[in-house]
């Protein structure tokens, strides 16, 4: 249930739809509540208050009108601001940023309140009533629109500020590392239960724990990316049947209709069970950040990939990058990733997943980069450097091996995609940094030093 609600408020969140609707809404409610005091207490009564209603049924129309108009000219205006800003940070910074630009909250309430004003005035201005009959003017709620009127215009200013900021190079990547980050925590939140170590343990291979039982396949319904899953669904699941799942996929893979999903043992157990498993798995076209750290990663490497490009070469962008990249990294460095293998209360082992390592999650942020990064000296600088610092949080021996595998790697690289020697020897310097840090780590094991310095100037 919980992957269901997160899902669907990641929906929300990312559509031009949701906050305006909501608005326009609002917009009805206030509407009909100002006409209702307007024709339950007369203001124009309260010599204080008489100069509210200094405008006739033509003259509130032809008000009403104007505002009404002029709004929804406007919201027209942001709105072909806005698709030509999505165009621009497609072309510059690559289309996955498009979803980021999309949930930006101040872009969504612009549209929102425009909007919102040319529906406030058409309600408004439905009720303005003339002649001798029943004349009636809702001086109240027309004298409130010239106040949305001189609010939406500050709005305005501000939208310019804001769309012209957004596309800087320097917030975009920061956009991105602050939604990493968030990701981060909210994985870390959904975790925390099964990062503890569990007393208990079964390192039996899937076929040992079908055995003789058997096991049976339940494929995927569709085809399409992996949003999210609901983990504690199928954990339920598993202990209602008496079974074991053994899930293939996580957030994030693309799976093929008919391929497969979920094994399951004994084979004996009831038919409905696949039904119920599938529904357990949110399929869409495209991938989410909702449970898949390495989504948001991929958008920031994007940015890198297309800094460190020929055509554009703006290796300080790709600096940028990689010191967000560091820190969603340093948030992973210091914890315990969760056990692949789920329990129930008895102790039975019940669910068998695909999980996320820190292995995998340093090999998704640098292996991309450092290929792009291989000829460009300020670049590989900043990766190394930020190498030092996720090994400087942490004292895993798991974790510090994958980092210095990817040092090596980098200053492997040097020695071909760095002409200049003295580049080579800064490379090689922050390298043996790198390697006295892990040699200071309690029970480090690691090999000597190399001699870079040699290897550089070669």
């Not at 406030?120 to 709620?141: E, K, Q």
């Not at 909210?186 to 291979?205: C, L, V």
Request: hydrophobic share 45%.
């Amino acid at each position: 249930m919980k992957a269901y609600v997160e899902h669907w408020l990641d929906v929300l969140r990312t559509s031009f739809w949701f906050v305006p609707a909501m608005f326009a809404c609002a917009a009805i409610a206030l509407a009909m509540i100002l006409v209702w005091v307007d024709s339950t207490v007369s203001s124009c009564d309260s010599e204080l208050l008489a100069w509210l209603c200094a405008v006739d049924a033509e003259g509130a129309r032809q008000l009403l009108t104007l505002i009404g108009g002029s709004m929804l000219t406007v919201a027209g205006v942001v709105f072909s601001i806005t698709i030509v800003a999505l165009s621009m940070a497609s072309a510059q910074f690559g289309p996955k940023l498009l979803r980021n630009y999309m949930r930006d909250r101040g872009n969504q309430i612009v549209l929102g309140t425009f909007i919102a004003d040319f529906v406030y005035c058409l309600m408004v201005l439905r009720y303005v009533r003339s002649g001798d009959a029943d004349p009636f003017v809702p001086y109240l709620a027309v004298n409130f629109s010239t106040v949305l009127a001189l609010a939406s215009l500050g709005l305005l200013i501000y939208f310019f500020h804001h769309i012209s900021s957004s596309i800087q190079a320097d917030n975009v990547v920061a956009m991105i590392g602050r939604e990493l980050i968030d990701a981060i925590d909210a994985w870390i939140a959904d975790n925390d239960d099964t990062t503890k170590h569990n007393e208990h343990t079964d390192a039996r291979s899937w076929a040992q724990i079908a055995g003789s039982r058997g096991s049976a396949l339940i494929p995927s319904p569709t085809s399409g990316y992996i949003q999210s899953v609901d983990y504690a669904g199928l954990l339920a699941l598993a202990e209602r049947h008496n079974i074991c799942l053994r899930i293939q996929l996580r957030a994030g893979h693309f799976c093929i209709e008919g391929s497969g999903l979920i094994d399951y043992t004994p084979a004996a157990a009831p038919e409905d069970i696949s039904k119920v498993a599938q529904e357990a798995f949110i399929f869409a076209r495209q991938r989410s950040p909702v449970q898949d750290i390495e989504y948001v990663i991929d958008q920031i490497n994007q940015v890198a990939a297309r800094a460190l490009s020929p055509s554009l070469n703006d290796p300080y962008t790709a600096m940028v990058c990689a010191d967000w990249l560091c820190a969603g990294i340093v948030r992973l460095a210091s914890r315990d990733f969760p056990s692949t293998r789920r329990y129930d209360g008895d102790g039975r082992l019940r669910m068998i997943n695909d999980t996320l390592t820190f292995e995998g999650i340093v090999k998704t942020a640098f292996d991309e980069f450092r290929q792009d990064a291989r000829p460009i000296a300020a670049a590989t600088i900043r990766l190394l450097e930020c190498i030092a610092k996720i090994v400087a949080r942490t004292e895993n021996r798991d974790h510090l091996r994958a980092l210095k595998h990817q040092a090596d790697m980098l200053e492997r690289g040097s020695h071909d995609g760095l002409p200049e020697a003295s580049d080579r020897d800064d490379v090689a310097h922050r390298y043996r940094d790198i390697v006295r840090l892990l040699a200071a780590k309690p029970g480090a094991t690691h090999d000597k030093i190399p001699d870079t310095q040699t290897r550089g100037a070669r």
